[in-house]
């Protein structure tokens, strides 16, 4: 049970989500254990299964935001002939900027240099997370200058608006409440809330595409993960007032259905 000062809550709203009317944002049955580096590695393979639609057996593999880099790490394990983490700070307990004969995690973009060009990008989870749009065109088309001519990129993209897209789960397991619930009941809800950053894209295929297209990849296709909105989004006049508050008027059920919108990038 969240203990919370109901004081900044509206005590209606605050009974509806504690009640089981309220449903999660992630299975609890996925949300992966933030101190088990066993459930990361599992994790890791389950990311490549779900992306990659090749082997990445002698490919020279370049992980952008690789996070705490377990993802990098199982690329090597499947044999990548290089596989290379990229990212802007050093996260977790695995070794940085140690290299072994085919894998490196790094924070240094010329590291990234040397070792290119690449079979294979990932970008999984990052473009939302980027300072700003003309930063994460930056980033596409850095990838773009260090990819194979014949490179794929397999990026996935969560967006801000999705039941999830708060990244609040671990912190309060509740779809949409980075949407429909004010700072203040947020900050009330969920002690020392400090969210990460992420763009407020309200037509995020339109950015995606955007993004993409502007760094100078063509978009081979695009796929929408399937989603669902449970029936208190549509019949709870306050939360569909939230909801309608959140998208200017409109309560725009078809923007925020797909969890998740997956793009496999070409260089021609």
């Known amino acids: 049970m969240l203990k919370v000062q109901k004081r900044n809550i509206d005590p209606k709203l605050y009974s509806l989500i504690q009640s089981p009317r309220w449903p999660f944002a992630v299975n609890p049955d996925e949300l992966c254990p933030p101190t088990s580096e066993l459930e990361k590695s599992?994790?890791?393979?389950?990311?490549?299964?779900?992306?990659?639609?090749?082997?990445v057996k002698g490919c020279r593999v370049l992980d952008i935001g690789c996070g705490e880099g377990h993802t990098t790490m199982e690329f090597a394990n499947q044999e990548a002939a290089f596989a290379i983490g990229y990212d802007i700070v050093q996260e977790g307990v695995l070794k940085w900027e140690e290299a072994s004969w085919n894998k490196l995690l790094t924070t240094d973009w010329n590291k990234v240099v040397e070792n290119a060009p690449y079979d294979i990008i990932m970008v999984h989870d990052v473009i939302d997370h980027m300072a700003s749009e003309p930063v994460a065109i930056d980033v596409m088309k850095k990838a773009f200058d260090v990819a194979h001519r014949r490179a794929r990129v397999f990026a996935r993209c969560h967006p801000w608006m999705t039941r999830h897209g708060g990244h609040l789960y671990q912190e309060c397991n509740k779809a949409w409440i980075h949407l429909l619930l004010k700072k203040e009941e947020l900050e009330t809800l969920i002690p020392g809330y400090n969210p990460p950053h992420i763009l407020k894209f309200k037509n995020p295929t339109e950015a995606y595409d955007r993004i993409f297209v502007a760094a100078g990849w063509t978009i081979r296709y695009q796929?929408?993960?399937?989603?669902?909105?449970?029936?208190?989004?549509?019949?709870?006049?306050?939360?569909?007032e939230r909801l309608k508050e959140a998208f200017d008027g409109t309560a725009r059920y078809m923007m925020i259905i797909n969890p998740f919108l997956d793009y496999v990038l070409v260089k021609d």
């Open 223 to 240: 796929t929408k993960a399937n989603g669902h909105v449970e029936e208190i989004f549509y019949h709870e006049p306050m939360v569909v």
């Open 42 to 55: 599992r994790r890791a393979e389950g990311v490549i299964e779900v992306m990659i639609e090749k082997s």
